[in-house]
């Protein structure tokens, strides 16, 4: 028994209180991510997950007590960007930046009650967003031909694929990488 109380306090004993001040500060900085979390938005998730990655990339990265620790912390900052771009929903909105439209609420009833919503193209600049995306115009394309005459649908059909490529690129990274980021 003595020697169980010696070996515990060689080993963990003795650093208690430096375990016991890491816990504290670990509340203090995950309190604000935990206290915005809902349970029913999928986009938390990336959240926790972006700040994990972003915490442990600027440790690892100051530290640099491997071969490999700067390149370990670009890659842990990479995907905490596409976590961010999964939050935003950057890729499948993107498009919208080259495409200006007006927006009409015009009722349906005497009543005014109900209104549809109209459209009105202002300004189509998707030329230069399909150049952007010269690969995946060519696959929306070939993967549907009648949509090469609706010039919007096209452009979300890229956007959706963008922000799909975002998304299994960042789990494709964690996949091959996560193992191996530790200090």
Known sequence: MFDRI????KFEGRYYHKIFIRGIKNLWKWFPVVW???DWDH????KILQFKLEQQAYAIGSRNRHKNAQRDAELMLLCARLCYAQIEEGYETEYMDYLKQKHEFIPTDETQQWHTMNSVTIEDNLDEYFALYPRQYKL???DNPHKSKYREELAME???RNQERSRKLLFKILEERIGEWWD
């Open 140 to 142: 929306c394309i070939k």
């Open 36 to 38: 915005k979390d809902k």
């Open 43 to 46: 986009s938390h998730i990336y």
């Open 158 to 160: 890229i956007a959706y």
């Open 6 to 9: 010696r070996l515990w306090w």
